[in-house]
């Protein structure tokens, strides 16, 4: 949140460690270097306190400031999202497709899934809402499910307002907006279901190519890490 001063109202907190052992904190709330130790209360002087509160009070003033401009530079620039599509074992002769994008700002993002081109209805589709991603961005996923067999019929779109951008994932593919407004991209491979190679937990399967760089690169299963823990999206999806 940001003041009319343009700073950040935030909390800055720092401490000073001799051989490993607390020996000095600071609040901002508080407002003042304290000792965190017998000797150094002992040792250093009124002057030397006085000294550290005025350099760690400027020091969290200049971070908030710094702060404050990567938060402007975020919403003016915006960062558009990493689309994935993970497809699980199919079950009753369906398979449950998760479509997550990840790594975006702002949070205003929509994920919907997609027959032909046309969207499915909101009723077939279990989301969840945007969650923090952990550096400043978020995330978020959709999940559905599709007859075995007809994966290439089936694609995520993805609508940034960051970006403002619309992509479409085939099942089985990742994307990443770096190359995708260069003239000239050509698209990656579609894989149909049957060459999918099962991983080694939960029986997830991803297989694609990634447009990253100043190439379009195919990637390996194995080189395909998941966003999150699978059981966590199971759990979602079985809700």
């Known amino acids: 949140m940001r003041s009319q001063d343009h700073f950040v109202n935030s909390r800055f907190f720092a401490e000073g460690h001799l051989d490993d052992q607390l020996f000095l904190h600071y609040d901002s709330e508080r407002g003042r270097a ?39 530079l975020q919403e003016q620039k915006g960062v558009s999202p990493i689309v994935t599509v993970t497809c699980s074992e199919a079950l009753e002769d369906t398979i449950n497709v998760t479509c997550v994008a990840f790594g975006f700002y702002p949070q205003n993002i929509s994920l919907t899934w997609l027959q032909n081109g046309e969207p499915l209805s909101q009723e077939t589709q279990q989301s969840v809402g945007v969650l923090p991603y952990g550096n400043g961005t978020y995330q978020t996923w959709v999940s559905t499910r599709i007859p075995q067999g007809q ?26 907006p770096s190359r995708a407004s260069q003239p000239g991209l050509r698209s990656s491979q ?20 990634t447009f990253q760089g100043d190439a379009v690169g195919s990637i390996r299963p194995e080189d395909l890490e998941p966003l999150c823990d699978e059981a966590e999206l199971e759990g979602h999806n079985s809700r």
Request: proline share 1%.
């Open 190 to 209: 579609v894989l149909d279901h049957q060459q999918m190679v099962t991983r080694n937990h939960k029986g997830t399967k991803q297989l694609g190519s």
């Open 151 to 176: 994966e290439l019929s089936f694609s995520c779109r993805a609508r940034h307002t960051g970006k403002d951008s619309t992509v479409t994932v085939p099942c089985g593919e990742l994307w990443h």
């Open 34 to 72: 304290e000792a965190r130790a017998l000797w150094a209360e002992t040792v250093l002087g009124a002057e030397t306190w006085d000294s550290e509160t005025q350099d760690l009070a400027g020091s969290g003033k200049n971070l908030r400031m710094t702060l404050a401009d990567i938060n402007t």
